[in-house]
């Protein structure tokens, strides 16, 4: 069964401060691999989006990096600021079209003075 | 890209009653989906919106339940029939655009049943 696990469930930090978030999957075939931001009462907003062939892509402060060897994916989060403050979802991709996303349940993060 | 709008943002439901979200998109789109987040959860898909045919369900959703419509390529409805306290969840649009992998996701809309 696809599967995306995301570690830690939860995150808090202090501004300023950096933090990585992990996702590892299972999913097989394996198109992309998507990191959303989702604030509280939003829709997830897109990061950034690495095929089989990428191995890391920033997004300003925001940095994926993709092993598709180990399946394991990362988003690195530097000096974080209180906007950062969000859920943020790893999403795999099968090929094909939507129906072969596989959603993490998230890292909630949360960033305070 | 694609912005997507939803509406009603929330809305508080009584038991055996029906809601109909609208989802709108500001450009034309290839595909389109409805998703539900129930509390703590990831996305679940339920469908994926045809212009102009039935929606195609995914394992575990139903057109009874939740029938939608896509008239054209900006605009779809889902409509959450027949209601319980268990269709309490975030119900998210979204949408594909061209041959990107990029998809774009609507506000949601917050249901409660009571």
């Not at chain 1, 994926?64 to 530097?78: E, R």
């Not at chain 2, 959450?80 to 809309?109: H, K, R, W």
Request: charged share 15%; net charge neutral.
């Amino acid at each position: 069964k696809n599967q995306v696990e995301q570690s830690p469930q939860s995150l808090i930090i202090l501004e300023g401060k950096n933090c990585t978030l992990q996702c590892n999957y299972t999913v097989s075939p394996f198109s992309n691999l998507r990191w959303y931001k989702q604030d509280t009462g939003r829709g997830p907003v897109s990061l950034t989006i690495m095929t089989f062939s990428e191995n890391t892509k920033s997004n300003g402060r925001y940095t994926a990096t993709l092993d598709a060897d180990t399946k394991q994916s990362s988003l690195h989060i530097t000096a974080s600021q209180l906007s950062d403050s969000a859920s943020y979802i790893c999403v795999v991709s099968a090929p094909g079209t939507a129906s072969k996303l596989t959603f993490g349940t998230g890292t909630r993060l949360q960033v305070t003075l | 890209s694609a912005v997507i709008s939803q509406k009603p943002s929330r809305d508080i439901c009584q038991r055996g009653t029906s809601l109909t979200i609208q989802c709108q998109v500001d450009s034309q789109v290839t595909m389109m989906f409805w998703y539900r987040q129930q509390p703590g959860q990831s996305l679940t898909l339920i469908a994926t919106a045809n212009q102009g045919s039935e929606a195609t369900y995914e394992s575990g959703f139903v057109i009874d339940k939740f029938p939608i419509s896509r008239p054209n390529l900006t605009f779809s409805t889902l409509t959450v029939s027949n209601m319980s306290p268990e269709d309490s969840s975030i119900y998210l649009c979204s949408a594909l655009t061209g041959n990107s992998y990029e998809q774009y996701f609507g506000p949601g809309t917050r249901l409660t049943v009571t």
